[in-house]
């Protein structure tokens, strides 16, 4: 599985501790910066990253700011983007399941390293359930079309 992973500087260390856990599980990570700890802003973050995504380039994605809110706002304006903010795991399994998220976003100042990878290896490996919940995602991406939104 290719997974792109990326980060601002308060989710530095965390998404360099994810990148080699991940890396030495297997999985194909892409690694979209940011490359050090000098201050960042993380919409470019998240743009990279959900534009991986949405462009078939990698499977899922990974983001980390420091509460996983930013980051993932930011991501989610990447049309195609389903990116949830997941700082537990039972979100993180639902946020599949149900919603097909395609970007799991988190809180380095939130969540420790341990919660944190747990999050992502259940984030990477649950399923989404479809059934229902495919016509409620399809009605998510019907919103990105112009006037979709009553004024
Ligand atoms: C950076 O200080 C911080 O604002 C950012 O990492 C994130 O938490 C924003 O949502």
């Not at 297997?26 to 973050?45: F, I, K, N, R």
């Not at 980051?71 to 537990?88: E, F, H, L, Q, S």
């Not at 988190?106 to 259940?122: C, F, K, N, T, Y």
Request: aromatic letters at 6%; glycine letters at 12%.
């Amino acid at each position: 599985m290719r997974v792109a992973i990326g980060a601002d500087h308060a989710g530095f260390e965390l998404k360099q501790f994810l990148a080699h856990r991940l890396t030495a599980d297997g999985y194909d990570v892409v690694d979209l910066g940011t490359h050090g700890p000098e201050s960042v802003d993380y919409p470019e973050y998240g743009a990279a990253v959900a534009g991986k995504v949405v462009a078939g380039d990698a499977d899922l994605g990974v983001l980390v700011c420091g509460t996983g809110i930013g980051i993932g706002i930011a991501a989610n304006k990447v049309p195609g983007a389903r990116v949830a903010t997941c700082n537990d795991l039972f979100t993180a399994r639902l946020s599949r399941e149900h919603n097909d998220a395609n970007v799991v976003a988190l809180g380095s100042r939130v969540v420790g390293q341990g919660v944190a990878e747990e999050i992502v290896r259940i984030f990477l490996q649950a399923e989404f359930q479809a059934g229902r919940h495919q016509r409620r995602v399809e009605k998510i991406h019907a919103l990105e079309a112009p006037d979709a939104v009553p004024a």
